[in-house]
C-alpha cells in the first residue's frame, strides 16, 4: 500500500466525524487500507455502545466519567452520541451539570485533543484567518463563552470551553444538529482566577482578563468575522459575566441570530416550569407573589419574561412589576440604592412600599424578612449561595401559602439555595419544587434548559429566522408549560421525563418556528416549518 493511502487510512480513523472503529466493515477496511489498523473482530454500533458503557460503569467517579465521555467524543461522534443517546437520563448529569462544573475547574487537567476554538486576545488579529479553516464549511450552531461566570462557580479562563462543548453535545442529542455543524468557542481574555492562572498545567493564556473598550474591540472583532463567515449562523452567548452578559445580548441580537442562554433560556425555562405548577395550585399567574433570590443576568431575565407572562395574561406592566420582589446581595432591591445596573433598576421597589413592615432595621432588608412581610407564593433561587433557603424561610413560606412553588436553580449542586428533600420535610411534602441539577429526590424537576435552548436554536434554523425574538422565547415557555408531566392527579415531577427530550426539543422548535413566522422573521418557505419537516431534519447517531 502506497505511503498516500496508509496516511488516508489512519487520518479516516483519527477523525472522530469518520472514524467507526471495529464497527468498519470488511468491504469498507479493503476499500480504505484498513486491514491491520483495526482488530479482526467486526463489531456494530450496538455492540460498541455496551462495550463502551461497560467501560464507562466502571469509572470510580463521576468526574472520570466525564473525562472518559470527552475522550470517546474525541475519537468517535457517533459512538459517543448514539452512548448519550441510549439512556439521557444517565448520561446528561455526565455530559453537562452537574458533572461539567468539576470539568471546568479541572478542564487542563485532562485536554488531550482539539476541539472547538480558543480564540486569546494575543490572537487577536488572526481569528477571520482561524475561522477560514475548511473544516467549518457546515457550522450552523456556535455557542461562546468567555469563562467567566462558569455556573456558579465563577472565572474559570480557558476552562469554561467544557460549557461551549456540552451545551453543544446536547444540542446534537435532543436537537438533532449533526456534529459537524457544531462548533464551540472560547473567547480568551485572560483570568481574574489566580489558582487557575498560577497553575502549572493550565492550558489557557496567563493574564489577567482584558477588561474595558479592549474587550468590546475584540468582540466586535469576533462577532463581524462569524458574520463574514458564516451567514445565518445560530450562536448562543453562555456563561459570561452579568454586565458583559447583557450588554452583549443587547448589542448583537439584532446584527446576527443569537441569544443568552444565561439570561433568555433560563428564563423560559424557569417560567415554562411555573406555569406547568401553578397549574397544580389553581392560583392564576396573575395572583402569584414571586420572591426571586439573585437578580444577575439569569434571575432578571425570569423576572422580565414573568413581567411579560403576566402582561400577556391580563395585567398592565406596573402591576406585574407589583407581583415580583427581587433580592440580591445588598437585600431587597430598593429604587434608592445608588449605581443600581439597569437590569435590576426595573425591579427595584419603591422605600415607601416597605414602610410598616416587621425588620430587622438593619441597613439591608433579608431574604428571610421579604419572605416573611410578602408572604410569597413562589420562591426562586438564582444566586449561587449555597443553603440561602434555610428552614426558617421555607417554614415560614409555608406557614400562608397551602402549596408554595420553591425553585433552587443555582448550578451545580454544591451552589444550590436548598437540597429538595429538605425543603418538602420543612413543607410537610406541600411544596412544588424545581431544581437547577439532578439531585435524584422522587417528584422533583429539574428545571433545566436542556428543555428550552436545543428546541429553540432548532426552530430558528429550521424557520431560517432572522432574529430570535422574546415572543420566541416566550411561545416556548409556554409550550413546556403546556407539555407537562407527571400524572393526572398532579404526582410527579412538572415536566416531561428526560428520555423524552428529543420530542420535546420538536415540540418547541415547532412553537419557535411558528413565532418566527408570525412575526414576519421566518426567511424558510411554510412546508419547512411543519413538525415532519423539522422531525426529518433531525441527525440520528448512526454509521453511514
Same mark, same amino acid.
Not at 500500500?1 to 479493503?30: I, Q, V, W, Y
Not at 423539522?534 to 441527525?539: N, R
Given at each position: 500500500?502506497?505511503?498516500?493511502?496508509?496516511?488516508?487510512?489512519?487520518?479516516?480513523?483519527?477523525?472522530?466525524?469518520?472514524?467507526?472503529?471495529?464497527?468498519?466493515?470488511?468491504?469498507?477496511?479493503?476499500a480504505?487500507?484498513?486491514?491491520?489498523?483495526?482488530?479482526?473482530?467486526?463489531?456494530?454500533?450496538?455492540?460498541?455502545?455496551?462495550?463502551?458503557?461497560?467501560?464507562?460503569?466502571?469509572?470510580?467517579?463521576?468526574?472520570?466519567?466525564?473525562?472518559?465521555?470527552?475522550?470517546?467524543?474525541?475519537?468517535?461522534?457517533?459512538?459517543?452520541?448514539?452512548?448519550?443517546?441510549?439512556?439521557?437520563?444517565?448520561?446528561?448529569?455526565?455530559?453537562?451539570?452537574?458533572?461539567?462544573?468539576?470539568g471546568?475547574?479541572?478542564?487542563?487537567?485532562?485536554?488531550?485533543?482539539?476541539?472547538?476554538?480558543?480564540?486569546?486576545?494575543?490572537?487577536?488579529?488572526?481569528?477571520?484567518?482561524?475561522?477560514?479553516?475548511?473544516?467549518?464549511?457546515?457550522?450552523?450552531?456556535?455557542?461562546?463563552?468567555d469563562?467567566?461566570?462558569?455556573?456558579?462557580?465563577?472565572?474559570?479562563?480557558?476552562?469554561?470551553?467544557?460549557?461551549?462543548?456540552?451545551?453543544?453535545?446536547?444540542?446534537?442529542a435532543?436537537?438533532?444538529?449533526?456534529?459537524?455543524?457544531?462548533?464551540?468557542?472560547?473567547?480568551?481574555?485572560?483570568?481574574?482566577?489566580?489558582?487557575?492562572?498560577?497553575?502549572?498545567?493550565?492550558?489557557?493564556?496567563?493574564?489577567?482578563?482584558?477588561?474595558?473598550?479592549?474587550y468590546?474591540?475584540?468582540?466586535?472583532?469576533?462577532?463581524?468575522?462569524?458574520?463574514?463567515?458564516?451567514?445565518?449562523?445560530?450562536?448562543?452567548?453562555?456563561?459570561?459575566?452579568?454586565?458583559?452578559?447583557?450588554?452583549?445580548?443587547?448589542?448583537?441580537?439584532?446584527?446576527?441570530?443569537?441569544?443568552?442562554?444565561?439570561?433568555?433560556?433560563?428564563?423560559a425555562?424557569?417560567?415554562?416550569?411555573?406555569?406547568?405548577?401553578?397549574?397544580?395550585?389553581?392560583?392564576?399567574?396573575?395572583?402569584?407573589?414571586?420572591?426571586?433570590?439573585?437578580?444577575?443576568?439569569?434571575?432578571?431575565?425570569?423576572?422580565?419574561?414573568?413581567?411579560?407572562?403576566?402582561?400577556?395574561?391580563?395585567?398592565?406592566?406596573?402591576?406585574?412589576?407589583?407581583?415580583?420582589?427581587?433580592?440580591?446581595?445588598?437585600?431587597?432591591?430598593?429604587?434608592?440604592?445608588?449605581?443600581?445596573?439597569?437590569?435590576?433598576?426595573?425591579?427595584?421597589r419603591?422605600?415607601?412600599?416597605?414602610?410598616?413592615?416587621?425588620?430587622s432595621?438593619?441597613?439591608?432588608? /433579608?431574604?428571610?424578612?421579604?419572605? #416573611?412581610?410578602? @408572604? &410569597?407564593?413562589?420562591?426562586?433561587?438564582?444566586? %449561587?449561595? +449555597? *443553603?440561602?433557603?434555610?428552614?426558617?424561610?421555607?417554614?415560614?413560606?409555608?406557614?400562608?401559602?397551602?402549596?408554595?412553588?420553591?425553585?433552587?436553580? /443555582?448550578?451545580?449542586?454544591?451552589? #444550590?439555595e436548598? @437540597? &429538595?428533600?429538605?425543603?418538602?420535610?420543612?413543607? %410537610?411534602? +406541600? *411544596?412544588i419544587?424545581?431544581?437547577?441539577?439532578?439531585?435524584?429526590?422522587?417528584?422533583?424537576?429539574?428545571?433545566?434548559?436542556?428543555?428550552?435552548?436545543?428546541?429553540?436554536?432548532?426552530? #430558528?434554523?429550521?424557520?431560517?429566522?432572522?432574529?430570535?425574538?422574546?415572543?420566541?422565547?416566550? *411561545?416556548?415557555?409556554?409550550?413546556?408549560?403546556?407539555?407537562?408531566?407527571?400524572?393526572?392527579?398532579?404526582?410527579?415531577?412538572?415536566?416531561?421525563a428526560?428520555?423524552?427530550?428529543?420530542?420535546?426539543?420538536?415540540?418547541?422548535?415547532?412553537?419557535?418556528?411558528?413565532?418566527?413566522?408570525?412575526?414576519?422573521?421566518?426567511?424558510?418557505?411554510?412546508?419547512?416549518?411543519?413538525?415532519?419537516?423539522?422531525?426529518?431534519?433531525?441527525?440520528?447517531?448512526?454509521?453511514?
Open positions: 500500500m502506497s505511503p498516500t493511502r496508509h496516511a488516508a487510512a489512519r487520518a479516516l480513523l483519527s477523525d472522530p466525524l469518520t472514524n467507526k472503529g471495529t464497527a468498519f466493515t470488511a468491504e469498507e477496511r479493503d480504505f487500507g484498513l486491514h491491520g489498523l483495526l482488530p479482526p473482530h467486526v463489531g456494530t454500533l450496538d455492540s460498541q455502545i455496551e462495550r463502551r458503557r461497560k467501560a464507562l460503569e466502571e469509572k470510580e467517579s463521576d468526574f472520570q466519567r466525564y473525562a472518559f465521555l470527552r475522550e470517546l467524543q474525541d475519537s468517535n461522534e457517533v459512538l459517543f452520541h448514539a452512548l448519550v443517546q441510549s439512556d439521557l437520563p444517565r448520561m446528561l448529569p455526565l455530559v453537562y451539570t452537574p458533572t461539567v462544573g468539576e471546568c475547574e479541572r478542564f487542563s487537567e485532562i485536554w488531550r485533543r482539539p476541539r472547538g476554538l480558543f480564540l486569546s486576545y494575543p490572537n487577536r488579529d488572526r481569528i477571520s484567518d482561524i475561522l477560514a479553516d475548511p473544516a467549518y464549511d457546515r457550522v450552523k450552531v456556535i455557542v461562546v463563552s469563562g467567566e461566570r462558569i455556573l456558579g462557580l465563577g472565572d474559570q479562563g480557558a476552562g469554561g470551553m467544557g460549557i461551549p462543548i456540552g451545551k453543544l453535545a446536547l444540542y446534537t435532543c436537537a438533532g444538529i449533526h456534529p459537524s455543524e457544531v462548533l464551540p468557542i472560547l473567547l480568551d481574555l485572560g483570568t481574574d482566577n489566580h489558582a487557575r492562572r498560577e497553575d502549572p498545567l493550565y492550558v489557557g493564556w496567563r493574564a489577567p482578563r482584558v477588561r474595558g473598550q479592549d468590546d474591540d475584540f468582540v466586535e472583532t469576533f462577532v463581524s468575522a462569524v458574520n463574514d463567515r458564516f451567514p445565518g449562523v445560530l450562536l448562543q452567548w453562555e456563561d459570561f459575566a452579568g454586565k458583559n452578559a447583557y450588554d452583549l445580548l443587547v448589542r448583537y441580537r439584532d446584527r446576527l441570530l443569537s441569544f443568552n442562554d444565561d439570561i433568555q433560556g433560563t428564563a425555562t424557569a417560567v415554562g416550569t411555573l406555569l406547568a405548577a401553578i397549574g397544580r395550585t389553581g392560583v392564576p399567574l396573575t395572583e402569584q407573589r414571586v420572591v426571586l433570590f439573585g437578580a444577575g443576568a439569569a434571575g432578571s431575565g425570569v423576572a422580565e419574561m414573568l413581567v411579560q407572562a403576566m402582561m400577556a395574561d391580563g395585567l398592565d406592566e406596573k402591576a406585574a412589576r407589583a407581583n415580583i420582589w427581587a433580592v440580591d446581595r445588598d437585600g431587597l432591591i430598593l429604587s434608592d440604592i445608588p449605581r443600581l445596573p439597569q437590569q435590576q433598576a426595573k425591579l427595584a419603591d422605600p415607601a412600599e416597605i414602610e410598616g413592615w416587621n425588620v432595621g438593619q441597613n439591608m432588608i /433579608s431574604l428571610q424578612e421579604v419572605v #416573611a412581610n410578602v @408572604h &410569597p407564593t413562589v420562591l426562586i433561587g438564582t444566586s %449561587g449561595q +449555597k *443553603a440561602a433557603f434555610d428552614e426558617r424561610t421555607i417554614r415560614t413560606m409555608a406557614e400562608t401559602v397551602e402549596r408554595p412553588v420553591v425553585f433552587p436553580l /443555582s448550578n451545580p449542586i454544591s451552589r #444550590a436548598a @437540597h &429538595p428533600a429538605d425543603i418538602l420535610e420543612w413543607t %410537610g411534602g +406541600k *411544596a419544587v424545581g431544581t437547577g441539577s439532578p439531585f435524584g429526590t422522587p417528584g422533583v424537576t429539574q428545571v433545566n434548559n436542556v428543555y428550552i435552548f436545543p428546541g429553540v436554536g432548532l426552530g #430558528a434554523l429550521a424557520s431560517g429566522a432572522t432574529a430570535v425574538s422574546d415572543a420566541m422565547f416566550m *411561545a416556548a415557555a409556554r409550550r413546556l408549560g403546556e407539555l407537562g408531566g407527571g400524572t393526572q392527579d398532579g404526582r410527579g415531577g412538572l415536566l416531561p428526560v428520555t423524552e427530550l428529543r420530542d420535546v426539543a420538536l415540540e418547541i422548535a415547532v412553537a419557535v418556528a411558528a413565532q418566527a413566522q408570525a412575526e414576519g422573521l421566518a426567511t424558510a418557505e411554510p412546508e419547512a416549518l411543519t413538525r415532519e419537516s423539522i422531525a426529518a431534519s433531525m441527525w440520528q447517531a448512526r454509521y453511514a
